[in-house]
């Protein structure tokens, strides 16, 4: 059974930072390429970024290009996004899951992602 578990959102202010995880069970992580997305409140889900199995490639949303980081420790099994130069509309819970997404895929639904963490910036 896969199993996403996110964790380090808060309450930041703008301009702050945080750096959000995610471990991952239940299959390759390794072998996996690994995703973050959001939902803003009263939105749909956001892709956010990607990267590939190893490391060595990774992609973002242009509206979080520069201010994020996403990284990964395979020996770990665990994702890492870094959230830097937060905005208030940075505020959303933020997801993790498996596979390769970017601007033009559709998303899939709730239950391929993990439970989500809540990234709130406010002042």
């Known amino acids: 059974e896969v199993q996403l578990v996110e964790s380090g959102g808060g309450l930041v202010q703008p301009g702050g930072s945080l750096r959000l995880s995610c471990v991952a069970s239940?299959?390759?992580?390794?072998?996996?390429?690994m995703t973050w997305v959001r939902q803003a409140p009263g939105k749909g889900l956001e892709w956010v970024s990607t990267?590939?199995?190893?490391?060595?490639?990774?992609y973002y949303a242009d509206s979080v290009k520069g201010r994020f980081t996403i990284s990964r420790d395979n020996a770990k099994n665990t994702l890492y996004l870094q959230l830097g130069s937060l905005k208030t509309e940075d505020t959303a819970m933020y997801y993790c899951?498996?596979?390769?997404?970017?601007?033009?895929?559709?998303?899939?639904?709730?239950?391929?992602w993990g439970q989500g963490t809540q990234v709130t910036v406010s002042s």
């Open positions: 239940g299959f390759t992580f390794s072998s996996s390429f």
């Open positions: 990267i590939d199995s190893g490391g060595a490639s990774t």
């Open positions: 899951g498996r596979g390769y997404f970017n601007k033009y895929y559709i998303l899939p639904p709730k239950n391929h």
